[in-house]
């Protein structure tokens, strides 16, 4: 019996590094938090985060983890996908509440993946990725931004809504339609909104401060921006204890959880307010910390920790809402030493927390310097379970698996490509980053088409090896890698991928170098750029 059950554990990994077993896949997402932010990256952070630490210390923790993307949606899609945004329809910025589906009809998904082989799939969270509501008569929704103030009351919120998380491979979804920033202010379960939006509401976006707020529009009477973390949290947990006994039965599930904090509205409930002695921000961010730590417990509860693999990351990098300048003087960073914040093309805007927890598969306590990519989840699942993925599929997706496995001696990415919210594009391969930009792409200066830009290069390299802050473009002395990584970037473009496989189609004609563009003098008399919304 014995010589039995040792047989059988070994064999729980092959000899490819895939695992026999099915776990269940738990996958966090957190909106806008920083690499910085969490105490087991940035030990010189001033915000107590015990559940996020613990889970880095039971498993590994990746430190050159990219977003997709420097903002929301197109992250989303590419995590989803395990394809770059860029390739599709949306070229820059993100989408609104109201927007039509993104994710194209017959495109395989990460939840489709699984429920093909044999999961229970839930999605519980902010979805920003597109649903397509019925629209008003005669009345029409921006497709591929946020709607205007005029168009928030185009849409018929009693109808059936399609296009959402349940045709894409969800079982169930409940959660709100974009940013918390966004509307309508109600939550959705599957189809429909669970209570009519009948109300105009809009919220501060940090809590007791004046000035800034979220946009007008319709809201269920009771609703409550401060509820959203608490109802989220509950529902996951709830999801957790349904599905335990059919998990240890033999069906696992996949719950994608895609929280809408620490971004705005920054509204963390009483208990929190004030605990990190910061600001609110960083309040909000021990109040997402203690939210996974229900979800934790609730995997513990229920006997479910060694047979579930967990994933913890973040959208994109931190939010100026965040209000920087009142954090660093205070010794907290929430972009940690890297450049920029949120929406840049710098590291600020894409470099972003990664943990993994998976007992008895990864190893307590490691920590990968290994590049990886939101972009990777698709072919790490498929990875997991042993399947071959199509060729129209996962086009910009690589497994993590042997990586977290330890099994990888070298970069398990060829290279990365990266994009910010104005659309201007990026490529790392190695120590190697070049931008097709020259200032930040994004929200930090120098700012497109806001600060003077005329006397720089139109790109810009960085050997990230020796300059992780990204202060030193060695453009002109290097320009044998330039032209590499631009050829390299030419090949991902016109292959339609950026993984080996039969060239595919991108939706649209790909610019990356739409970016180089330099703004001219007394560009920065132009009005300020507003972080507000993504």
Request: include cysteine.
């Amino acid at each position: 019996m014995t010589r039995c059950l040792l047989f059988l554990a070994l064999t729980l990994i092959d000899l490819t590094g895939q695992t026999a077993e099915k776990p269940n896949i738990v996958y966090i997402l957190c909106d806008d938090l920083g690499y910085g932010d969490l105490k087991c990256l940035n030990r010189e952070g001033k915000i107590a985060t015990p559940n996020f630490d613990s889970i880095a210390a039971a498993g590994m923790a990746f430190t050159d983890a990219h977003s997709g993307l420097a903002v929301c949606t197109p992250t989303r899609y590419g995590i989803l996908t395990g394809r770059y945004a860029w390739r599709t329809r949306l070229q820059s910025g993100v989408l609104g509440g109201l927007s039509p589906r993104l994710i194209e009809p017959n495109r395989l998904t990460v939840a489709s993946l699984l429920k093909q082989n044999g999961y229970h799939t839930a999605a519980i969270g902010k979805w920003h990725l597109g649903m397509n509501w019925v629209k008003v008569p005669g009345k029409d929704v921006t497709e591929l931004n946020i709607e205007t103030p005029e168009q928030v009351k185009n849409v018929d919120y009693g109808q059936p809504i399609a296009g959402g998380p349940n045709a894409v491979g969800f079982d169930y979804y409940y959660g709100i339609s974009a940013s918390l920033d966004m509307v309508p202010y109600t939550f959705i379960e599957n189809d429909h909104v669970t209570i009519l939006p009948t109300v105009d509401k809009q919220f501060s976006m940090m809590l007791g401060r004046s000035g800034g707020m979220t946009r007008l529009g319709p809201a269920a009477p009771e609703f409550e921006v401060e509820n959203v973390l608490p109802t989220l949290t509950q529902k996951a947990v709830e999801y957790i204890a349904q599905r335990a006994s059919a998990a240890k039965a033999g069906t696992p599930f996949f719950l994608y959880l895609p929280l809408a904090s620490p971004h705005t509205p920054i509204a963390p409930t009483p208990p929190w307010q004030g605990k990190s002695r910061l600001n609110p921000y960083a309040d909000f961010v021990m109040q997402t910390d203690a939210a996974i730590g229900q979800v934790l417990a609730a995997l513990e509860q229920n006997g479910l920790t060694n047979s579930t693999l967990l994933i913890v990351t973040s959208d994109n990098g931190c939010s100026p809402q965040a209000k920087f300048e009142e954090l660093v003087p205070r010794g907290h960073n929430p972009s940690y030493v890297f450049r920029g914040h949120k929406a840049d093309i710098y590291e600020g805007g894409h470099r972003i927390p990664l943990l993994i927890r998976w007992p008895a598969h990864v190893t307590a306590g490691a920590t990968s310097n290994h590049t990886t990519c939101l972009t990777d989840l698709l072919a790490t699942c498929a990875d997991v379970l042993g399947v071959t993925l199509p060729d129209h599929a996962a086009e910009d997706s690589v497994s993590m698996l042997p990586a977290m496995l330890g099994q990888a001696s070298q970069s398990v990415r060829t290279a990365t490509v990266h994009h910010s919210i104005n659309g201007s594009f990026a490529i790392r391969q190695a120590n190697w980053k070049l931008c097709f930009c020259p200032g930040s792409g994004g929200w930090s200066a120098p700012r497109p088409d806001r600060d003077d830009t005329s006397g720089m290069p139109p790109v810009q390299l960085f050997d990230l090896s020796a300059d992780i802050g990204e202060q030193h473009n060695l453009q002109a002395d290097h320009p044998d890698i330039v032209r590499q990584l631009t050829t390299l970037m030419e090949r991902f473009v016109a292959d339609g991928r950026s993984t080996p496989g039969a060239p595919q189609k991108n939706a649209v004609t790909i610019d990356f170098r739409s970016g180089q563009r330099v703004s001219p003098p007394g560009a920065k008399k132009k009005p300020k750029v507003k972080a507000k919304g993504n």
